[in-house]
């Protein structure tokens, strides 16, 4: 039985992680370049034989203005379904730059550097028991060329600030118009801001623009043996890096 992680971001190493713990050989195939994680991200549960069953604090969620404002920030439209109202009060909460940092260390020798593209996963899929994609499907998505798939994003600003004062493990939400930022966090003493994806330059130190995925209806390679995972993997909103852990989890049961 043999393993092929595609991507070395929180989601794949988190899979190489469900994948070490039932001693299933595995192989990460990516650049090998630690990822950025910007703005207001964190594990929302413990993960077994990688950390503390206790939180590495209690994160607040605030709120500002409405959820049905904070939609047309973010989204243009008012009607979408949002996370404002998904957490509420506090939350435990773990480091994930300091989990990654860890995990990056441990997997670090079963990173196998490479550019992915469709050639190597049609090889992978012909060599491979099972293949776990993290990584962006625009990146080897066959029909590129002739735009018949679609890949809708949601671009935005992330700066290395926050634009109101703010406690330490708070996460704010704004819906308020007046307000040309959309979250503002403060987590582990790492501060962010994010804001719509627009040219309009704000004070303070811009880090990154991000195009947040939405949704794709690629299904290049999706093979019996090819899965995706993860935010980017799936390209959908919502998800969070622990539900790729899980997803990576029943798919290696399965197989055992």
């Not at 435990?92 to 550097?113: E, G, Q, S």
């Not at 962006?136 to 890949?151: E, I, K, R, V």
């Not at 994003?153 to 109101?164: A, G, N």
Request: charged share 25%.
């Amino acid at each position: 039985m043999t393993i092929a992680i595609l991507g070395c971001g929180p989601a794949g190493l988190l899979a190489a992680h469900a994948a070490q713990q039932r001693d299933i050989p595995y192989i990460v195939y990516s650049i090998r370049e630690p990822s950025k994680i910007h703005g207001a991200q964190f594990l929302h549960e413990d993960i077994p034989g990688l950390t503390p069953e206790e939180p590495d604090g209690m994160v607040t969620f605030e709120f500002r203005g409405t959820k049905e404002g904070y939609a047309k920030k973010v989204y243009g439209d008012s009607s979408i379904d949002v996370s404002w109202d998904r957490y509420s009060g506090e939350v435990p909460a773990w480091d994930l730059r300091t989990l990654y940092d860890a995990m990056w260390r441990t997997h670090y020798d079963n990173i196998f550097d490479v550019e992915i593209r469709g050639e190597f996963i049609q090889k992978l899929l012909r060599d491979e028991d099972l293949i776990l994609s993290t990584i962006n499907p625009l990146g080897y998505c066959q029909h590129q060329d002739d735009l018949s798939h679609t890949f809708s994003v949601q671009p935005i600003q992330v700066y290395q600030t926050s634009f109101i004062e703010i406690d330490d493990n708070t996460v704010v939400y704004s819906g308020d118009p007046a307000d040309t930022w959309m979250r503002c966090s403060r987590l582990f003493d790492d501060l962010s801001a994010e804001c719509p994806g627009g040219s309009v330059m704000l004070p303070g130190e811009r880090i990154a623009r991000v195009n947040k995925p939405l949704f794709t209806d690629c299904d290049c390679y999706m093979e019996e043996n090819f899965h995706r995972l993860g935010r980017y993997g799936e390209f959908k909103r919502g998800l969070l890096v622990n539900d790729a852990f899980h997803k990576a989890e029943g798919l290696l049961d399965e197989m055992l």
